[in-house]
């Protein structure tokens, strides 16, 4: 079971940055994909899910209109799309899979990859 995720960096307020991860085709399959973050001092929280097929998202209220969950499923790969970031999207964003959705809950997730740092200099 594997998941790497990638793309963090150090980026402005109001830029886009793209984050990727790269699963296992066992992982992948069949399982809702989703991206976690943790900010310094704070509990781990859902930011976004995706469902096996990728017709149903969820995201948390304060990425809604701003960041986009989509998946690849020849490659098996999911992303996450960043734009217009703000300060308090600083965190490190983990790609997670879980079995069912919405995935909000932490004790859902069945596997975790490595985290990438994600800076907002405001």
């Known amino acids: 079971v594997q998941l790497q995720a990638s793309g963090g960096g150090l980026v402005q307020a109001g830029a886009s940055l793209r984050l990727s991860c790269a699963a296992s085709?066992?992982?992948?399959?069949?399982?809702?994909m989703g991206w976690y973050r943790q900010a310094p001092g704070k509990e781990r929280e859902f930011v976004a899910s995706?469902?096996?097929?990728?017709?149903?998202?969820y995201d948390v209220d304060s990425v809604k209109g701003r960041f986009i969950i989509s998946r690849d499923q020849t490659q098996n790969k999911l992303y996450l799309q960043m734009n217009r970031v703000k300060a308090e999207d600083t965190a490190v964003y983990y790609c997670?899979?879980?079995?069912?959705?919405?995935?909000?809950?932490?004790?859902?997730?069945?596997?975790w990859g490595k985290g990438t740092q994600v800076t907002v200099s405001s």
């Open positions: 085709a066992r992982t992948f399959s069949a399982r809702v």
């Open positions: 995706i469902s096996w097929s990728g017709v149903r998202k």
């Open positions: 997670a899979a879980a079995r069912v959705q919405p995935m909000g809950n932490i004790n859902e997730v069945d596997y």
